[in-house]
């Protein structure tokens, strides 16, 4: 008599190139949600202006120009973490989800909660940037040269690392020019 045997089924976690990849497509679709969100509000198809490490590099660049969006982040993530027993948690009767589910869980909800953290970041600065520019109630913070000797005092709205977008001080208008060949120097202003 043979005797069945089940051969028990075990989860496979992703390898770290999986990882990688997912996260690399993650990055370009937050960066390009975010950017898309702030620089139509102030009348720019950034896509047009933009290359594929401009947008990847958005969200990490946001994280870098303010110490309280890492620290929220670590916050939110920390809550997660520590709290996934609790939040988690299944209802009696339901089987209880391996440690790899609740990690799994754990990394789709932190990923949910950034994309919504940084949709919500572009929709707060565009909401305030284009009444600013409207009102020409901005900040003139920056004197650039040009190559040809013309000096502007602007307030700059946005950079990626081929075009610079900026208002010249006393206008309404968003201006972009090409970094390279174009800018000889920038300079802040100290008021």
């Known amino acids: 008599m043979i005797e069945k045997v089940e051969i028990e089924k075990t989860e496979q976690d992703f390898s770290l ?3 990688l990849s997912l996260g690399y497509i993650y990055l ?7 950017d898309a969100i702030y620089y139509n509000a102030i009348g720019i ?8 490490l401009d947008i990847l590099i958005t969200p990490i660049n946001l994280l870098m120009n303010n110490f309280i969006i ?3 982040l670590a916050i939110m993530g920390s809550v ?3 709290g996934r027993d609790y939040i988690f948690r299944t209802k ?5 989800p391996t440690k790899l589910e609740k990690n799994r869980k754990v990394l789709f909800s932190f990923a949910f909660m950034v994309f919504g953290f940084y949709t919500g970041l572009g929709l707060g600065m565009s909401s305030v940037m284009p009444k600013r520019i409207q009102d020409k109630n901005i900040k003139i913070n920056t004197n650039i040269t040009f190559n040809n000797g013309k000096n502007l005092n602007v307030a700059i709205v946005g950079q990626n690392s ?3 977008f900026y208002v010249v001080e006393g206008t309404s208008e968003v201006v972009i020019s090409p970094i390279a060949n174009t800018i000889w ?3 802040k202003i100290k008021k």
Request: no cysteine; net charge neutral; hydrophobic share 40%.
């Open 80 to 82: 997660l973490y520590f």
């Open 17 to 19: 190139q999986e990882y």
């Open 162 to 164: 081929t075009f610079i």
């Open 28 to 34: 370009i679709v937050v960066g390009s949600v975010t």
């Open 185 to 187: 120097q920038m300079k």
């Open 45 to 52: 198809n950034i896509l047009s202006y933009s290359s594929f």
């Open 92 to 96: 009696k009767g339901e089987k209880e």
């Open 70 to 72: 890492p620290a929220m």
